[in-house]
């Protein structure tokens, strides 16, 4: 991020962010697999975005996805499931891990962020 801008763009990106991953662990890719399955979908992975919004800013965004679009950054999890994340998004979400949370306590989908600077109680908001 430029000190002077405070904005991440592409360009201020350093380079070994460029080509860093985003993971996803094998009960997040558990879960999503039962879901693909649970709605006969022809996904074979999940697209994730950041959008504007939530109380903090920005917001996840996660939807099941079955082919790469122009400007793409594609990762490989667990049980073959990809994960589909644009450019702009991948700003924002390099180095992250989602990860699943289930059983009573459980909250779902957990992204771990190593970008957000400030998170809403729920989780579902960051700033960065």
């Known amino acids: 991020m430029s000190p002077r801008s405070g904005r991440i763009s592409w360009d201020n990106l350093p380079m070994n962010k460029k080509n860093a991953t985003i993971n996803i662990t094998k009960s997040a890719a558990t879960q999503i697999e039962e879901i693909i399955n649970r709605e ?15 109380c903090s800013g920005l917001t996840y965004n996660i939807d099941l996805e079955k082919e790469e679009q122009e400007g793409d950054r594609v990762f490989d999890g667990p049980l073959g499931i990809k994960l589909y994340v644009d450019k702009k998004s991948y700003l924002f979400l390099v180095g992250t891990v989602l990860d699943w949370s289930g059983g009573l306590n459980g909250k779902g989908f957990e992204f771990s962020n190593p970008n957000a600077t400030a998170t809403c109680g729920c989780g579902e908001s960051f700033a960065a």
Request: charged share 15%; hydrophobic share 35%; net charge positive.
């Open 40 to 54: 006969n979908s022809a996904a074979n992975g999940i697209r994730v975005g950041v959008r504007g919004g939530g």
